[in-house]
């Protein structure tokens, strides 16, 4: 049996560059203030939906309550309310530097393009060497792993969708987005070849329902859906929570409503995981919450249709690609994300708009980001079950540091760590994997959601529009940032100081980033006009080609 512990790739399987040029970027708006200034015309005065956050949750509520807006969730895990208030109210509040008002923005599942029935094998659970710890009575067994999605064709340990506020073991998934995603992670089925379908079998499933059919939810939803998670962490052993969903990032990471509710899982001893997107291969492309430097963001790469080669498997083209705007090498790991197999019913919305990748049964072939980070959620169940004590930077560490990347005949990097990270997942090695300590090292994430230290990562670019990655001294590391010593030299940050990151490249502006005109996730773009309102959408990653 071809065990897969190295990852090998060529140049030439795709037309990726080891350095990534400023042509290959992927721009964004140009930046404005999102505070809200008093440029509304007494014209248009429709409520719209907007985040407001406090120092507490009741010090939000009474100023919306005060100012006459309506509450429609309330967010405690980031000190917040999302409420309906006109563009005038909006401004009002938001002149009150107390206060941090944000239009309510959107995000979209990660994807692209249970059965009583056999299915056919799924390369995943072998090319990741999971089956060796199947083997070893390593399943998953007592780890809950939350599922922020478009719901579950099954019955969960646990529910709560978070769009109708109800807590439930029953949430449909009419979109079948979100039942793939929890069957690729913790399946139980047996395939073919006598392997599980999925990567933690013995898992159990806690579902969130955030996003609707069309993929699509607001971020007042889903950070409701994070508040649940975080209050009921305990009471359903919850220590992973998979993000496979994406949104366009409009500020620095640490100002985003949402990635502080994520910010806010990994400090309580939540393993987060989130898809890079599928927006690649154009550089800075990683999407919101996979941008937040604390989190596990996870690429895709495909085996090119030959599990028995490794010697062709490749990136995914449409893995989206690092850095960060404030220099942060991501992904940090990639995984299995091309033709992936998992569960999904034939009257569910995605096999109807795509019924060429429905197989017998209730199967469906799916490629994306938001597969690969099931893969990785569901290794993370299986670390968590042989090691019960790991927190979240050492677990992100112990599967980085066992991780291996792709090289080219001549022993170079066939890819950069802006677009592989540490390499190719490895489950079997991560368990076994004895480093703990070379993750997120220069960070202090109480400091970053207390809002007295911000960080930025150890990219840099060059006036020819190329990135590299320095160490703490400034020089630069050899090979664009790979260099082995029991953990990478780029996994690290440094504290933040506005304006040192790029000589010529993207700067966010102070303050907050969020209004209209910005192209939001997958080319949508929101005219100058345009309020959004409570139904506004963040989302699972947009369909790509399988691969």
């Known amino acids: 049996m071809n065990r897969r512990v ?25 930046p404005r203030s999102a505070k809200m200034q008093a440029t509304i015309t007494a014209a248009d005065q429709t409520p719209a939906s907007y ?12 100023a919306v309550q005060a100012a006459g807006g309506t509450i429609t969730h309330e967010l405690g895990i980031i000190d917040a309310v999302a409420a309906q208030l006109t563009p005038e109210l909006a401004a009002t509040l938001g002149a009150d530097t107390r206060l941090v008002v944000t239009v309510d923005a959107t995000a979209k599942v990660a994807g692209r393009g249970a059965s009583p029935n056999v299915a056919a094998p799924s390369y995943v659970v072998r090319q990741t060497n999971a089956d060796l710890l199947h083997a070893s009575g390593i399943t998953g067994n007592g780890v809950g792993i939350a599922f922020v999605d478009t719901g579950l064709w099954a019955t969960p340990l646990a529910g709560y969708d978070a769009i109708n506020n ?36 013995g898992a159990s499933w806690i579902t969130v329902k955030t996003f609707g059919a069309n993929g699509v939810g607001t971020y007042a939803n889903t950070i409701r859906g994070l508040d649940w998670i975080l209050t009921n962490r305990t009471k359903y052993k919850i220590r992973v929570v998979n993000m496979s969903f994406g949104a366009t990032a409009q500020s620095y990471y640490w ?9 806010k899982l990994w400090q ?6 989130a898809s890079a997107g599928n927006d690649g291969p154009y550089a800075q492309s990683i999407t919101v919450p996979g941008n937040v430097p604390y989190v596990i963001t996870v690429g895709a790469m495909t085996d090119n249709y030959s599990t028995s080669n490794a010697a062709d498997d490749r990136l995914a083209s449409f893995s989206s690609t690092g850095p960060t705007y404030e220099g942060f090498v991501k992904p940090e790991i990639v995984a299995p994300g091309g033709h992936v197999r998992g569960v999904m019913t034939r009257d569910q919305a995605i096999p109807q708009a795509h019924p060429e ?62 677009q592989q990270g540490a390499g190719q997942i490895n489950a079997y090695a991560a368990v076994l994997n004895p480093y703990t300590s070379c993750a997120n090292v220069g960070l202090d994430i109480t400091a970053d959601l207390a809002g007295t230290k911000h960080f930025g990562g150890p990219a840099r670019q060059k006036t020819d529009g190329t990135f590299y ?33 790029w000589s010529n490249g993207y700067l966010w502006n102070n303050g907050y980033l969020w209004n209209n005109g910005y192209v939001w996730n ?13 139904t506004s959408v963040s989302g699972v990653n947009h369909w790509v080609d399988q691969e």
């Open 469 to 501: 990655v320095v160490d703490a001294s400034g020089n630069t590391i050899n090979q664009q940032g790979y260099l082995w010593s029991n953990g990478y030299l780029w996994n690290q940050g440094y504290l933040w100081s506005n304006g040192y990151i």
């Open 166 to 201: 109800v807590a439930s073991t029953s949430i449909p998934d009419d979109s079948g987005h979100g039942t793939h995603i929890t069957s690729i992670a913790a399946s139980a089925n047996v395939t073919s070849d006598g392997t599980y379908l999925g990567i933690a079998p």
């Open 255 to 263: 100002n985003d409503p949402l990635n502080k509710a994520v910010m």
């Open 357 to 418: 990748f429905h197989e017998e049964g209730n199967y469906f072939t799916m490629s994306g980001t938001s597969q690969s980070a099931a893969v990785v959620s569901g290794v993370v169940a299986l670390m968590l079950q042989a090691q019960p004590s790991l927190t979240p930077n050492q677990v992100k560490c112990k599967l980085m540091s066992s991780a291996r990347a792709a090289i080219d005949s001549s022993g170079k990097l066939a890819y950069t760590v802006f």
């Open 268 to 273: 309580a001893g939540v393993v987060v995981v």
């Open 51 to 62: 985040i407001v956050q406090a120092a507490s949750l009741d010090a939000a509520r009474a």
């Open 6 to 30: 190295t990852y090998i790739a060529t140049l030439s399987a795709l037309s990726f560059a080891a350095v990534l040029s400023a042509g290959a970027w992927k721009s964004a708006e140009s």
């Open 522 to 534: 997958n080319g949508t773009l929101w005219n100058q006009s345009f309020v959004p309102s409570t």
